[in-house]
């Protein structure tokens, strides 16, 4: 069995919590038998030599609309489905941010599209996108797709409610690497440190999480390099930064063992998130989570999280004295090992390709 994953072409240049299911994924499915290449989306491939093609993030329909006209092969989409509409709409600054807000979240997603074009930050494979806009793109593919793999059932019904199409459709959820991420109950866990690990940029929301621990009695870690287009962004929340705020650039996730091991509390108050990778890896590690109530999250942590508002700093800080005064979440840790972990969803994925080829 061979496949083809085809993925945004900045997929290694700006790594996210895609680059990070793309490449355990392929790894685990390889280790069941599969052949799977990794394709950017800008890279010419032969698609004669796969059997399946598996797309992934299905707001980029840009990117997918060019490879699924080459052939006829059955697809599968894992669509990643992250909703930027309340952060674009009310809290992105700026120029982009004036234009966005009086846009709906399709035409938004549209407007980005071209934009990363014509600043020629990212390739514009199929011109059909042009005139056919974001939404429309998003249906073709939808109804063309084999299966759709969401990763909860929380994705499945925003997809399905906002694109009104009622597709065959498989849950792999998001995991971690169970090889890395373990708790390790003989290190003391300082209550006074809390992490944010994850790329620095406004759906993130690092700057009112910085406003909420300015000057208290946490030390906040905040592990990430700036999104290429966010660079004032991260300078604001450098300048507001007090002396209790350490900033330090991606590292991979080898290196994040040894944070997850000394923190107590993971912080991530995002606009929006389809689970928060960094919080199921320090969930793992025995970290209690503060996280936003916004996305799937829910469907992931159920109560085992501390949920925020994200913005309102007060609700931020209320979550994280909670979670730092609260006990290790051991069920959490349990679930995360025997559900979400990337071997888990190669299995489920796995079981989805042989169906599909073998009929």
Aim: glycine share 4%.
């Amino acid at each position: 069995m061979r496949i083809a994953f085809i993925t945004r072409s900045t997929l290694y240049k700006v790594p996210g919590g895609d680059t990070i299911q793309v490449i355990q994924t392929a790894r685990q499915l390889r280790e069941l038998g599969a052949e799977v290449d990794v394709c950017l989306t800008s890279d010419p491939i032969n698609y004669n030599r796969y059997d399946l093609f598996h797309y992934f993030n299905i707001i980029r329909p840009a990117d997918i609309l060019f490879h699924i006209n080459q052939t006829d092969k059955p697809f599968v989409i894992a669509p990643i489905l992250v909703d930027y509409s309340e952060y674009d709409k009310h809290h992105r600054k700026g120029l982009s941010g004036l234009f966005l807000r009086h846009l709906p979240a399709n035409s938004q997603e549209y407007a980005k599209t071209i934009a990363r074009w014509l600043s020629r930050k990212d390739k514009l494979k199929s011109k059909s996108y042009l005139f056919r806009g974001q939404q429309r793109s998003v249906r073709q593919i939808l109804e063309r797709a084999t299966l759709v793999l969401p990763n909860s059932e929380a994705e499945y019904k925003k997809l399905s409610d906002e694109y009104g199409i009622k597709k065959e459709y498989t849950i792999v959820p998001s995991g971690i690497d169970d090889r890395l991420f373990t708790a390790d109950e003989k290190i003391n866990k300082d209550s006074t440190l809390v992490l944010c690990a994850a790329r620095i940029e406004g759906i993130k929301n690092q700057l009112t999480l910085i406003r909420a621990l300015n000057n208290s009695k946490y030390t906040l870690l905040l592990v990430g390099s700036p999104a290429p287009n966010q660079k004032s962004y991260y300078n604001e929340c450098k300048k507001i930064a007090a002396k209790n705020v350490i900033f330090h650039n991606h590292i991979p996730q080898e290196e994040l063992i040894s944070y997850y091991k000394k923190v107590k509390v993971h912080a991530l108050p995002s606009w929006f998130e389809t689970c928060g990778l960094s919080s199921l890896e320090a969930a793992a590690m025995g970290c209690n989570i503060m996280i936003t109530d916004k996305g799937y999250t829910k469907e992931y942590f159920g109560n085992d999280a501390f949920y925020c508002e994200p913005g309102d700093p007060e609700s931020i800080f209320d979550k994280i004295e909670a979670a730092s005064k609260s006990e290790c979440r051991k069920d959490l840790q349990e679930k995360i090992m025997h559900q979400y972990t990337w071997q888990q969803a190669a299995t489920i994925t796995m079981k989805a390709y042989k169906k599909i080829i073998s009929s």
